[in-house]
């Protein structure tokens, strides 16, 4: 089922190519623009002015916290009824070393706050923290695809494989256009979202 968007689009191949070119060019501008140099790393201000620089054009949504409930695959984020106090628990988690920096990361994914785009929001505002922070980001052409999603996916319980995956990733440089691009050029997108009853959460 396509997602309702501004741009009237019916096919979802169609609208996935649209969205992926679009957000694209306003990952650039972020990046040339210096649009996040005075934004303060870390918190959900943040990542909402990404989210809403990357998608606004498409879909009405952009920067707002979802009203839905979504899963994908046997994983389910965080619900609707707790997502709220879970981003503000989230924002105050601390974040001056690395580690710190990749726990935060993996609760805001469990968060999942939009009913789209997730994913790369997320890497661009998790590049912020370590810029700002330790002076590094991530060079996403390091991190495999299948190796990163199945870390990702097991992160809640355990965050010791993410954590080594991104760790073998991180470079000092901080102020190349090819390597920050890398994290919305790569396919982690998380896709095929399914929507559940507040109902079906424990079953």
């Known amino acids: 089922m396509t997602l309702d968007n501004k741009l009237g689009i019916v096919d979802s191949a169609e609208l996935a190519?649209?969205?992926e070119k679009l957000s694209k060019i306003?990952?650039?501008e972020i990046f040339e623009k210096k649009l996040l140099d005075d934004k303060k790393p870390g918190t959900f201000e943040t990542l909402q002015l990404i989210h809403?620089?990357?998608f606004g054009e498409i879909y009405s949504f952009a920067g707002?916290?979802?009203n839905e409930?979504?899963?994908k695959g046997n994983f389910r984020f965080a619900p609707v009824i707790y997502l709220e106090e879970a981003l503000k628990n989230i924002e105050s988690m601390p974040q001056s070393n690395f580690d710190e920096i990749i726990e935060k990361y993996v609760e805001m994914n469990?968060?999942?706050p939009f009913r789209e785009g997730n994913g790369r929001s997320m890497r661009i505002w998790l590049d912020h923290i370590l810029r700002e922070e330790i002076e590094m980001v991530v060079d996403w052409s390091k991190v495999?695809?299948?190796d990163?999603?199945?870390a990702m996916e097991r992160s809640p319980i355990k965050d010791l494989e993410i954590k080594y995956i991104l760790k073998n990733a991180v470079t000092s440089e901080i102020n190349n256009r090819e390597i920050y691009m890398k994290g919305i050029d790569m396919s982690y997108n998380y896709e095929g979202y399914k929507t559940f009853k507040t109902s079906e959460l424990n079953k």
């Open 144 to 146: 495999g695809k299948e």
């Open 69 to 71: 409930n979504i899963s």
């Open 17 to 19: 190519k649209v969205e």
């Open 64 to 66: 707002k916290v979802r």
């Open 26 to 28: 306003k990952a650039i």
């Open 52 to 54: 809403n620089q990357l």
């Open 148 to 150: 990163y999603l199945l």
């Open 110 to 112: 469990v968060a999942h």
